[in-house]
């Protein structure tokens, strides 16, 4: 799930008032509710979501979810292990796989299945399931992008400045003349995978003849597995080595002149950040804008909080916290929230957490940015509401700043990825022919 849910759990971590982007005070929902946790509600939509390229099936994810109890953790992982072990084993089934479309559509969804049960194990560092059934995932995925018309390819690309090594997989479209294609780069945010990034992005550009690179850099679920790094500010070192690496590597078959950076969720703050010292790439997307990290946290903590943690109290306060999330007096969403913060930031402490989110701040580099940028934004954002616009404020003439309402409304659109993905192509179509005939006059 994207960052998003992260983040509420965290504010809501000090605001029993918090409500998950309007997930959870539901009256205001602009959809049916799948459970009376706001967390599996979203997680649902997400499994549900996926269908729409091979990744799900409807009604194995709702059995799933029949027996999943609110509030219980465990009970999820469970339920999504039992799911994708089962789709696992049709999908190694020889008369299933009698062809490259079973093999996807099983593989694809055994994947998703398997990320699904690892969305809350990251409470407890040292429980096996963090790596078994990352194992799971990434097997299942690999046997699926085998299965595509032009096979995906997983690549390693070794950072320039820090010690990391980005992973990355590159999707080629098909091609009858090898003429170049446009190009999407895509990264994530807080928790979601680059395996995600197929369904959300991938599938929607292969199928329109634009090749895709997914990268995941500190922070995100392979590095930090496999390089035990969180995440980094200056994201730029994350992305300028894969704009080199497809400039490079790929150069007979990317138009140059078609790059365009995707950033989704928390990444719609990274992919920003990038773009300031990535003049390569012709544009930007940003599933959704975000302008400032700790603003968006800290506007939700409760003023007797924010006081301890602003006055440097930060024994008291790590200590407040955390006592609550061992005694379970949390939401899911909350529990949930500082799990992954403090997973993904490599640090045991809450205030350190804190501490690293205010060098996300957008305002520092904004106006290095140099290429039309599509801002999105989500009618039920209640983390960074208002920060899409004030990213699109900064940017000035260059942004597009495009609100999805109602039912495409939630952090990221999700469960409307078919919305998300024609409002994007259309505008890339439109923006990157304008710059074009600009580019001829
Ligand atoms: C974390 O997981 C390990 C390995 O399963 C286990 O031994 C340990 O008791 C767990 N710690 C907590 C606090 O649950
Ligand atoms: C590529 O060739 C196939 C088979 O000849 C054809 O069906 C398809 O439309 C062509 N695709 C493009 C993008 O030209
Ligand atoms: C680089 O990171 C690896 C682990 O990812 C570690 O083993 C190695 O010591 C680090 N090297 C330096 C120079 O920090
Ligand atoms: C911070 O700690 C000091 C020393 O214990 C205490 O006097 C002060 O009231 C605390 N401030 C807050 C906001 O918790
Ligand atoms: C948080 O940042 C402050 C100011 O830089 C620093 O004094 C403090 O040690 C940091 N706290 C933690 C837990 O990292
Ligand atoms: C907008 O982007 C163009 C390049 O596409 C750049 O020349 C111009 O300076 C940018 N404008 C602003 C206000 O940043
Ligand atoms: C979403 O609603 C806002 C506020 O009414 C409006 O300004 C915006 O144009 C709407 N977005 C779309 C895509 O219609
Ligand atoms: C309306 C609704 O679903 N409220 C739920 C919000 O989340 C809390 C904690 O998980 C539940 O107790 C409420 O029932
Ligand atoms: C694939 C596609 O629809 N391309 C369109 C992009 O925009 C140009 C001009 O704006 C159209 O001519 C193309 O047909």
Redesign the pocket.
Known sequence: MRLSISIYALLAVFSSCSSAAGVNSTSDAPTLQLSTDSAFNFQYLIALGDALTGGADIAPVLGAAKYITAGDMDSFSEQFHKLASLTKEMAENPENAYDPINVRDTWFSAAQYFRRSDMYLHGNWSNPLIYSLWAEQTAAFDKAIAALPVPGQRVRIPAKKGNFTIEAIWYGALNNNSDPLPTLVIGNGFDAAQEDSYHYFVAAALARGWNCITYEGPGQPTVVREEKKGFIPDWEDVVIPVVDYILSMKSQIVDKRRLVLVGNSFGGYLAARAAAFEPRLSAAVLIDGVWDLYAGFSAQLPSDLLAMYEA?N?TEFDQKILSLRRANKLTTNTAWGLDQGLWSFRTH?P??FF?QTKQYRLADVVERIKMPVFVGAAQYETIFPGQAQQVAEALGDNATLYQFNGTGGYHCQTAAGQEMTRTIFAWMNKTLNALDSHNEE
């Open positions: 440097g930060y402490s205030s350190n501490n």
